[in-house]
C-alpha cells in the first residue's frame, strides 16, 4: 500500500484559503459605501463649474541636431535612445547603414 503525500490536500486546502483572504480583502477595501446612485451622480454633474476652453496652439518642437556622430561603442539602439530617434526611422533616414558595421565618425542622419 503506497502512502499519499500530504502535499494532495495540503495544496488544494491552502488554494482555497488564498481565495477566502483575497475576497475578504477586496470586499474590505470598498470606498466604505455602495456605489453612487444615477441620481447622485446627476446632482454632482449640476454642482460641477463649467469652464470655457480655449484652443492653445502648441509650440513646435525645438530642433535638435541634424546628424549624428557615431562614437567608439555606440549601437543603433544607443544611438536611438541618445538622440530621441527611433530606430526604424534610423534606419529610414539612412538608407544604406549597416547597423554591424557602424564605424566611430561616422554620420547619420536624424531628421
Do not use: C, F
Request: zero cysteines; a neutral charge.
Amino acid at each position: 500500500m503506497s502512502r499519499r503525500s500530504p502535499s494532495r490536500w495540503l495544496a488544494p486546502a491552502a488554494l482555497v484559503l488564498v481565495v477566502i483572504a483575497a475576497l475578504v480583502i477586496v470586499s474590505s477595501s470598498g470606498s466604505g459605501g455602495s456605489a453612487p446612485t444615477p441620481a447622485a451622480l446627476d446632482q454632482d454633474l449640476e454642482r460641477a463649474p463649467v469652464t470655457a476652453t480655449t484652443p492653445t496652439k502648441t509650440a513646435p518642437a525645438p530642433a535638435g541636431p541634424a546628424t549624428y556622430t557615431v562614437l567608439s561603442g555606440d549601437t543603433l539602439s544607443s544611438i536611438s535612445v541618445a538622440t530621441n530617434v527611433s530606430v526604424a526611422r534610423l534606419q529610414e533616414l539612412n538608407p544604406d547603414l549597416d547597423a554591424q558595421a557602424l564605424q566611430p565618425g561616422q554620420q547619420l542622419k536624424l531628421r
